[in-house]
């Protein structure tokens, strides 16, 4: 880490699914480390500190990141939801997060942004980060409404900030589908900490998703920022084939990138959904 790095980084959603996986390797890398969410990990370590914060209060969140240099923004509703969920946990917390994070002349945030902000792109197209979104879902939405924050902070208040459009992050591939969007935690804190730490960074969108032979996404600009990944999807296609045969076929979702986000609630014909 340079003399310019951020050096103290707080970390929302910590207690959620992919909070859980990459804390460990953050913990290593960023000493300090401070992790919120609105209630503590259960697994939470004697060494590790942790301040509650609700999102939807801006009390709370100015408080949570008054002092931080950088800010990894994982908090808020992960999948599909009722709007009033949506709405309070990514559009109201989101915008508190990026508000607080300007008061407190934060340098760098990470948005974690989703692949279900082009969940309606075919499989068959390869895309890259400047498409037009094409959300698949009230989350999908809420996520392309992080994004504009997130450029509107940037460009009008100079916070240095990478949205991380995450596939889907495990240790192996769940399915066909992951195949292509997979990433593995290391090579997912790779991106948050060329988010945090290259000097370049002004407004980023960048594909969380590593090396995968059949990914559908041109990540360019991510591997000239220098991201190295070391995840590969293909050494584990039999494993991700086997679940995919016990799934079974899904006619909407099949099609499209974003897969059952796609499926849920669809109610259009199938020939006029998507690009
Ligand atoms: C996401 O954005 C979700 O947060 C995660 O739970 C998975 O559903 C993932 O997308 C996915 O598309 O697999």
Avoid at 127 to 141: A, K, M
């Amino acid at each position: 880490m340079s003399d310019a790095s951020p050096r103290r980084i707080v970390l929302t959603g910590a207690a959620g699914g992919v909070g859980t996986m990459i804390r460990p390797l953050l913990g290593s890398l960023y000493p300090g480390l401070v992790l919120s969410d609105r209630v503590a990990p259960a697994n939470l370590l004697p060494a590790e500190r942790f301040v509650p914060a609700d999102l939807t209060r801006p009390s709370e969140v100015a408080a949570l990141v008054a002092s931080a240099d950088g800010v990894i923004h994982l908090g808020g509703h992960s999948v599909e939801g009722p709007w009033e969920t949506i709405l309070q946990a990514n559009i109201i917390g989101c915008y508190n997060l990026f508000e607080a994070a300007r008061q407190a002349r934060v340098r760098r945030v990470i948005f974690a942004s989703s692949n279900h902000t082009i969940g309606f792109y075919p499989r068959k197209r390869r895309i890259g980060p400047d498409v037009t979104v094409r959300p698949d879902s009230r989350y999908g939405v809420s996520k392309a409404f992080g994004e504009a924050l997130a450029a509107l902070y940037s460009d009008k208040h100079g916070i240095g900030v990478t949205c991380l459009r995450i596939g889907n992050v495990g240790s192996r591939p769940l399915d066909v589908r992951r195949l292509s969007i997979w990433i593995s935690p290391e090579d997912l804190v790779q991106l948050i900490r060329i988010g945090l730490e290259h000097p370049d960074i002004r407004f980023e969108i960048l594909y969380g998703v590593s090396d995968n032979a059949a990914s559908w996404w041109d990540n360019a600009r991510a591997y000239a920022l220098g991201y190295r990944p070391s995840g590969r999807a293909e050494e584990h296609r039999s494993h991700a084939e086997a679940e995919q045969a016990r799934i079974g076929p899904d006619p909407v979702g099949d099609l499209f990138q974003g897969g059952t986000f796609c499926s849920a609630e669809f109610s259009n014909d199938i020939t006029r959904a998507g690009p």
